[in-house]
Nanobody, 124 residues
Framework: HVQLVESGGGSVQAGGSLRLSCAASGYTYNRNCMAWFRQLPGKEREAIAAFYTAGSDTYYADAAMGRFTISLDNTENTVSLQMNALKPEDTAIYYC??????????????????WGQGTQVTVS
């Protein structure tokens, strides 16, 4: 049973920083990709960043480029998202996702198998 548990959300003033973490458990095989998405009420889930484990490649949405950094700690089975220079428009629930389906792409939420419960980020 795969479980993803996010932590690190909270409230911060514009220009501040937060670090989100996602602890993965229950894996019996190497996961191919872990990613962060965010979602506003009534909106579709939006891809923010992804880490492909095979080559340690990272990908970022335009909204995250230059401000957010995704990293993976294999020993701790944890993927983190360092968010700097936060803006009010970054306010959302942030979700961790893992394991792309065959042929899937990191920017599409339906292509991921596993999801965390989400953590709220509020920037004022």
């Amino acid at each position: 049973h795969v479980q993803l548990v996010e932590s690190g959300g909270g409230s911060v003033q514009a220009g501040g920083s937060l670090r989100l973490s996602c602890a993965a458990s229950g894996y019996t095989y190497n996961r191919n990709c872990m990613a962060w998405f965010r979602q506003l009420p009534g909106k579709e889930r939006e891809a923010i960043a992804a880490f492909y484990t095979a080559g340690s490649d990272t990908y970022y949405a335009d909204a995250a480029m230059g401000r957010f950094t995704i990293s993976l700690d294999n020993t701790e089975n944890t993927v983190s998202l360092q968010m700097n220079a936060l803006k009010p428009e970054d306010t959302a629930i942030y979700y961790c996702a893992a394991d792309l389906k065959f042929g899937g792409t990191w920017s599409r939420a339906p292509d991921f198998r596993y999801w965390g419960q989400g953590t709220q980020v509020t920037v004022s």
